[in-house]
């Protein structure tokens, strides 16, 4: 947000059949990013939000129709607080199980608040715990006849996943921060953010359903979004 900008009140809203977006710095709160709900028969939510609007985003959940005692799982995209601050909420509340990769889970159950940027945003980060850990490449998570596939992106912090899942004939690709920033307070790692990024753009999804910018399609802008950023930061930029 710009200085000098009033609030806004946007309404959630769907993405895609059986794809809502139900908070964001716009819907929800400025230190939100965006959070996607996703129905499979279970409710899934990728990111939770930094925490203040997790009862909003429950609200939220129910405004798109809804009903948020059937959301069975949060995958958090990684340790940062905007992203991860809300969990806790979803889990008390709705006994979801929070989904997270192994590297990045540390500094959520610690609350940790240099790891998780928490001390960034001026946010208190209650400890929360991770109910399946992530290991590994890639790992998919069965919801009745889908999948959500976790790909292990490690560049934003070295726990980053992005999750991709094949929805009515299109490939959706939830790539939350793949923007970076990238700062040794996250243990960030170009590196491996470069190969991550070669990972995400031989998956050519349809659409992106990004963490702070929005949603990006068809085929061509997802491409498009990825590259951008890794001319921004490649190897002999200076
Ligand atoms: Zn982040
Ligand atoms: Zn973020």
Sequence with gaps: MGQGETLRAVDPSEVSENIYLVGSSDI????????????????????????????????????VGQDPSKLSTVIITHCHVDHSGGARLFQKRFGAQI?????DAKAVEDGNTVMSAAQWYNLHFEPTPVNVKLWGQEQALTFGAHSIVCLHTPGHTPGSISLYLDLGGKRFLFGQDIHGPFHQDFDSDLVAWRRSMQRLLALEADVLCEGHFGVYKPKEQVAAYIEHYLETYAENSP
């Design 99 to 103: 989904v997270m990769h192994e590297q």
């Design 28 to 63: 929800t709160d400025p230190r939100d990013c965006a959070v996607y709900l996703i129905d499979l028969g279970e409710l899934i939510l990728v990111d939770a939000g930094a925490g203040p609007s997790a009862s909003q985003i429950a609200r939220n959940i129910e405004r």
